[in-house]
Nanobody, 117 residues
Framework: QVQLVESGGGLVQPGGSLRLSCEVS????????MGWYRQAPGKQRELIGT???????DYIDSVKGRFTISRDYAKNTVYLQMNSLKVEDTAVYYC???????????WGQGTQVTVSS
């Protein structure tokens, strides 16, 4: 069982920044794909971006230029750097592991991000 432990959420003012972390238990596979999702109240969970272990990233349009996903292979950790935060970024943020090598998919526990003045 692969566990994902998130940290770094909190309350921030509009225009501020936060960095979320997601530590993966065990070790990473070169074919792993990590994703960050979010779910706002009353809305469906949405994928906001992904990163492969080679460092390729993809983002939805609404966060491009503001959010950056990165990974530290040695620490088994993936990060979501969020800048220029907006009220509409308020949500519970989840990391997700897709491991095709062993057909494993796993979610983090979620961390609340609140953007408010």
């Amino acid at each position: 069982q692969v566990q994902l432990v998130e940290s770094g959420g909190g309350l921030v003012q509009p225009g501020g920044s936060l960095r979320l972390s997601c530590e993966v238990s065990g070790f990473m596979f070169s074919s792993d794909v990590m994703g960050w999702y979010r779910q706002a109240p009353g809305k469906q969970r949405e994928l906001i971006g992904t990163i492969t272990m080679t460092g390729r990233t993809d983002y939805i349009d609404s966060v491009k230029g503001r959010f950056t996903i990165s990974r530290d292979y040695a620490k088994n950790t993936v990060y979501l750097q969020m800048n220029s935060l907006k009220v509409e970024d308020t949500a519970v943020y989840y990391c997700h592991l897709d491991r095709p090598a062993t057909n494993v998919r796993s979610w983090g526990q979620g961390t609340q991000v609140t953007v408010s003045s």
